[in-house]
């Protein structure tokens, strides 16, 4: 079962000791990759994950054998962040009832923050060592493939400069996201095909971007949760209920940064 137990601390697993076997000999193997603060994770996050197994799968060609959730270092500088422990926690009682999805600490136990493109080649680098097998249990023609999933917000602020003057991203991460892949979920108000048509990072990349629409509308983030929270009220339904007694318990509803 994924996510099974709890980190206390930060505590270093192999990301490759789960993933399924037995992937169809003529589809081209894929993780999933969601990085994200995950504070706190919620169904919006994992519906994500969900319908962008979905749609690779609906293309014919494609078999998903896992995901990850790769919770940010507490350094990444989002006032909003709860203890990185506490992340990992609620991340990995999220999907503990899932019989794809896991939660990969390495992000989180490093030094400081990582950008999102070394999560994603640490990913692409530490996977090729896993022997795969096909629907015959003779070994796999293909290396596995990492995409990223996100939001097209996530593309859109590609060509972000930040008050410095200096990228939000930097070319070279850009340019892994884009040659590994990535599943992209369409947001109201973003014209996706505009966004990848005007970089040319993503337009010489569109073979390795998937773009889909929501299965259902989702608003639910984080944010919203936390209001909730801060408020008073209920959140049965925005969050999975393991992590909402995991809040409660740890008293996580009271932390000052989450107050706003």
């Known amino acids: 079962m994924a996510g099974r137990g709890l980190w206390q601390g930060l505590k270093l697993v192999g990301c490759a000791v789960w993933l399924r076997r037995g992937v169809p000999r003529d589809k081209e193997p894929v993780v999933l990759i969601a990085c994200g ?26 078999h998903v054998i896992g995901g990850y959730l790769s919770p940010t270092h507490d350094k990444y500088g989002k006032k909003t962040l709860a203890l990185g422990h506490h992340r990992l926690n609620m991340t990995a009682l999220a999907v503990e009832d899932s019989e794809w999805l896991n939660v990969d600490v390495w992000e989180n136990a490093q030094s400081g923050w990582t950008p999102t493109a070394l999560v994603l080649d640490r990913f692409e680098r530490a996977l090729q060592a896993v022997a795969l097998t096909d629907e015959h249990g003779d070994p796999h023609p293909k290396p596995i493939k990492v995409m990223l999933t996100c939001g097209a917000d996530l593309l859109d602020s590609f060509e972000t400069i930040k008050e410095d003057g200096s990228p939000l991203w930097q070319p070279a991460h850009q340019d892994i996201i884009a040659r590994n892949g990535i599943v992209c979920l369409e947001r109201q108000g973003t014209d996706i095909d ?13 073979a390795n971007i998937v773009v889909f629409p929501p299965a259902v509308t989702n608003s639910i983030s ?25 809040i409660y318990r740890h008293q996580l509803h009271r932390l000052p940064n989450w107050q706003a």
């Open 222 to 246: 984080s944010t919203t949760v936390r209001r909730q929270l801060a408020q008073g009220r209920s959140v049965r339904y925005l969050i999975p209920r393991p992590v909402e007694d995991y």
């Open 194 to 206: 505009e966004v990848i048509a005007r970089q040319d990072v993503l337009a010489r990349n569109r």
């Open 37 to 62: 603060s995950f504070s706190p994770v919620t169904l919006m996050h994992l519906r994500l994950l969900e319908d962008a197994r979905d749609t690779l799968h609906a293309q014919g060609h494609r």
